[in-house]
Structure formats: C-alpha cells, structure tokens
C-alpha cells in the first residue's frame, strides 16, 4: 500500500499539497540491490540537475523574492517542500538498491563527483529566476523517463513515475506564475 502524501505538520499552511500531484507515493522498496540503478538514481538525487540543486536553488529565491514578490516566493518554498521530500525517497531507493546516498554521482570511470553550489542558478531577475526553475523542472523530467527506461525494478520504475507526476505539477505550477509576472507590457 503507498504512502499518502507526506505529512505537512509544522509546515506554514496545508497549502502545500497544491504543490504535490494528488496521488499516493508507493511504498519504497527494490526487488535487490543493484548498484547500477543506485548510480543512475545518484544523478536524480545529487547531479547537477537534481533534487538538491533544485531544493537549494528554489530555496535561494524563496528567500531573495520573499519581500518583492510574496505570492512566488510562498509557491517557491511550497515546491522545495515537495523536492525534498523526493530527495528522501531517492535516498532511501539509494540505500536499499546498496549505496552509501551521499551528495555525489558516480561516473562512469567509478570516481566520485560530489554535489557543488555552482548547480545553483541564482539569478538577478524575478523573470530569469522563474524561467531557470520552469527549465530545471524539464531537464529532470527528462532524466527521470531516461532513467525510467533503463531500470527494470518495477519498484523502482513506479517511484519514479510518481516523482515524474510531481515534476510535472510543477512545470504547470510555473508556468502559472510565469504567465502572470513575466509576460511583456506593450504600451497601449
């Protein structure tokens, strides 16, 4: 049986579940260890497309448009909310397919590459913030159906499909703000 949406005691506002697609989690859980697919996960979970990149990045514009612009800034930290509940998912997927989840990639050559701030597209523009992210959202999205297609732990397939409906919210999510705070004024 999967898990409900995560629970959100302690957070500012229920609100946080228009930031999660409305659908159970599956129970996390492999057939077996399988240090293949814990490597591709690794790219999900700390690459430079990733859901720390993604929690660190929404969380620095939550904090820098928190005075300017309330309404992104409260959907922002939403959608990091959502993110870090992905990334503990992926830690636990991680860990059960038999890899220490440590803030890193593996690549291909079996040397480390461990998670670094310069993912982080920090932005000096509400509009440029705002696309940066809508962009991020995409590119894991892609990495995830990739991802998808290389595993073939139904287990693990589902998990990711769940995130990927996530994903998915957001990209509709940020275009929403998108449309409302960043589209061209002609002059009447």
Same mark, same amino acid.
């Given at each position: 049986m999967g898990k409900e949406? /995560?629970?959100t005691k302690g957070c500012e506002s229920s609100a946080l579940y228009k930031c999660a697609y409305p659908a159970p989690y599956p129970e996390v859980r492999v057939v077996e260890p399988n240090p293949k697919y814990a490597q591709l996960l690794l790219e999900d979970y700390a690459g430079a497309v990733s859901e720390l990149t993604a929690i660190c990045q929404y969380s620095y514009h939550h &904090? @820098?448009?928190?005075d300017e612009k309330g309404e992104v800034s409260e959907l922002l930290n939403c959608i990091s909310l959502v993110e870090m509940h %992905?990334?503990?998912i992926l830690a636990e997927t991680i860990y059960q397919l038999g890899v220490d989840p440590r803030y890193r990639i593996i690549e291909k050559n079996n040397a480390e590459k461990y998670w670094d701030?310069? &993912? @982080? /597209?920090y932005g000096t523009?509400?509009?440029d913030r705002l696309t940066a992210d809508l962009a991020g959202e995409w590119a894991a999205i892609i990495n995830y159906r990739k991802h998808k297609n290389m595993i073939k732990d139904p287990y693990v397939k589902r998990i990711l499909e769940r995130i990927i409906l996530d994903e998915? %919210? %957001? @990209?509709v999510l940020f275009n929403q703000v998108i449309e409302k705070y960043c589209q061209p004024r002609f002059p009447k």
């Open positions: 949406p /995560f629970d &904090f @820098v448009l928190e %992905h990334l503990e701030s310069s &993912f @982080v /597209f523009a509400l509009c998915l %919210h %957001h @990209v």
